[in-house]
């Protein structure tokens, strides 16, 4: 449960962070007359949706174990991952889309609208803002091993990445001329299929899991090892591996001797156990068949 707080928390001081640098970038570009700005306050709107998806899936994934849920709500957070990562195709797709309208129209002789002062420092502060917001979040994501976290903050880092592409624009179109605002949109395409190969990056992985892709080679080869350094274990066949939000599932057939008891094969089971749960965490959900040495042959 701490984990889930800790992600709620960290997603809660983003989303607010996010409210106010959305009123403020809308309000910069209205009144400095920088439609740069405007739009990157409409795209920050998109973060405060990437936030309520995470909080939401955040709080679903936390509810206990039932019985139309037997391995618990964990992906509830991988579905929150794939959504955030759709969410920066689009904004990717935004970007660039808007960017390339503009310079067509640039190259076709239009002028774009010179933008006041106040943008720019609007920008900048949106840089340094969402630039902390994604190293923060992006490290108790990895602390708590936690995708969708890291998602999030990428879309926060996607945001700075924005802010940069305006405050360009806006910077050149000040020092240089009007002329020079295209700038602006030759950077945000740049930064959109940077955005969009981070999406993918993103979200592979969490389609990977929704079907329950099996875990890394060298995750199951280590699985294994732990598995056959518990005494009386004589081999370890039929391992099957998947992912379930933060934690593993782990199913295997166990062989033993084929004169153990019940009562020792049990306590091998445990010991199994302990030990998965120990290297892989004790949310990890472990199912495993005994089985004879002698029908192993």
């Given at each position: 449960?701490?984990?889930?707080?800790?992600?709620?928390?960290?997603?809660?001081?983003?989303?607010?962070?996010?409210?106010?640098?959305?009123?403020?970038?809308?309000?910069?570009?209205?009144?400095?007359?920088?439609?740069?700005?405007l739009?990157?306050?409409?795209?920050?709107?998109?973060d405060?949706?990437?936030?309520a998806?995470?909080?939401?899936?955040?709080?679903?994934?936390?509810?206990?174990?039932?019985?139309?849920?037997?391995?618990?709500?964990?992906?509830?957070?991988?579905?929150?991952?794939?959504?955030?990562?759709?969410?920066?195709?689009?904004?990717?797709?935004?970007?660039c889309?808007?960017?390339?309208?503009?310079?067509?129209?640039?190259?076709?002789g239009?002028?774009?609208?010179?933008p006041?002062?106040?943008?720019?420092?609007?920008?900048a502060?949106?840089?340094?803002?969402?630039?902390?917001?994604?190293?923060?979040?992006?490290?108790?994501?990895k602390?708590?091993?936690?995708?969708v976290?890291?998602?999030n903050?990428?879309?926060?880092?996607?945001?700075a990445?924005?802010?940069?592409?305006?405050f360009?624009?806006?910077?050149?179109?000040?020092?240089?001329?009007?002329?020079?605002?295209?700038?602006?949109?030759?950077?945000?395409?740049?930064?959109?299929?940077?955005?969009?190969?981070?999406?993918?990056?993103?979200?592979l992985?969490?389609?990977?899991?929704?079907?329950?892709?099996?875990?890394?080679?060298?995750?199951?080869?280590e699985?294994?090892?732990?598995?056959?350094?518990?005494p009386?274990?004589?081999?370890?066949?039929?391992?099957?591996?998947?992912?379930?939000?933060?934690?593993?599932?782990?199913?295997?057939h166990?062989?033993?001797?084929?004169?153990?008891?019940?009562?020792?094969?049990?306590?091998?089971?445990?010991?199994?156990?302990?030990?998965?749960?120990a290297?892989?965490?004790e949310?990890?959900?472990?199912?495993l068949?005994?089985?004879?040495?002698?029908?192993?042959?």
């Amino acid at each position: 449960m701490d984990r889930e707080k800790k992600i709620s928390q960290v997603t809660l001081v983003g989303a607010l962070a996010n409210l106010l640098l959305t009123a403020g970038k809308i309000v910069a570009g209205v009144v400095a007359h920088s439609a740069a700005m405007l739009a990157d306050g409409i795209h920050s709107l998109s973060d405060l949706v990437s936030d309520a998806v995470v909080l939401l899936f955040v709080h679903l994934s936390a509810k206990e174990k039932d019985k139309e849920h037997p391995y618990g709500h964990g992906k509830f957070q991988t579905f929150a991952t794939l959504i955030v990562a759709v969410l920066l195709v689009v904004v990717a797709a935004e970007l660039c889309a808007g960017g390339v309208e503009k310079i067509v129209k640039a190259f076709h002789g239009e002028i774009l609208p010179m933008p006041g002062r106040l943008a720019l420092w609007a920008a900048a502060i949106s840089i340094l803002v969402k630039e902390a917001l994604y190293q923060w979040t992006a490290r108790v994501g990895k602390k708590l091993d936690a995708p969708v976290m890291i998602a999030n903050a990428w879309h926060h880092r996607s945001d700075a990445l924005s802010s940069i592409g305006s405050f360009v624009g806006i910077g050149a179109a000040l020092l240089l001329g009007s002329k020079w605002a295209v700038l602006d949109s030759v950077t945000g395409v740049a930064i959109s299929i940077f955005i969009f190969v981070i999406a993918v990056k993103i979200g592979l992985p969490a389609i990977k899991e929704l079907l329950d892709v099996s875990l890394p080679e060298d995750v199951e080869k280590e699985i294994q090892t732990i598995v056959s350094s518990v005494p009386d274990v004589e081999d370890v066949h039929e391992l099957r591996t998947r992912r379930s939000g933060s934690d593993y599932v782990i199913d295997a057939h166990i062989v033993v001797r084929p004169d153990m008891t019940v009562l020792d094969g049990h306590e091998v089971c445990t010991c199994i156990e302990r030990a998965l749960r120990a290297r892989f965490g004790e949310g990890t959900i472990i199912s495993l068949h005994i089985e004879p040495s002698i029908d192993a042959e």
